[in-house]
């Protein structure tokens, strides 16, 4: 992380709307990812969501396996990157001319 959490900023044009909140700056050192599929055996997934605690002995092992998976560059998350940005531009567009969702999000 390069800066603190700011909770008094927010990204408004998650894919998502009003479910993410507060803003901080960071440096991305790599990016790798690791399927749900692969780690299942670990976690409950029953009421699981982002940011779901876990038990660290739990979350050593999924690390564990994270660095020890080989770099695929099929899977990378940047390949979806240009639909994302697509789907973006939408969002920003639609939030951005629609005065109901700006007062709603400027409320929190």
Request: hydrophobic share 40%.
């Amino acid at each position: 992380m390069k800066s603190d959490v700011d909770v008094n900023e927010s990204f408004a044009y998650w894919l998502e709307p009003l479910k993410w909140f507060s803003q901080f700056k960071l440096d991305w050192l790599y990016v790798k990812d690791i399927q749900l599929l692969e780690v299942r055996d670990l976690i409950s997934r029953r009421n699981m969501k982002d940011g779901t605690r876990l038990d660290p002995e739990v979350g050593k092992a999924i690390v564990k396996r994270f660095r020890e998976k080989p770099f695929d560059v099929k899977e990378s998350l940047f390949n979806y990157f240009e639909h994302l940005d697509v789907l973006e531009d939408g969002i920003r567009h639609d939030r951005d001319t629609n005065i109901n969702f700006i007062m709603q999000f400027d409320d929190l």
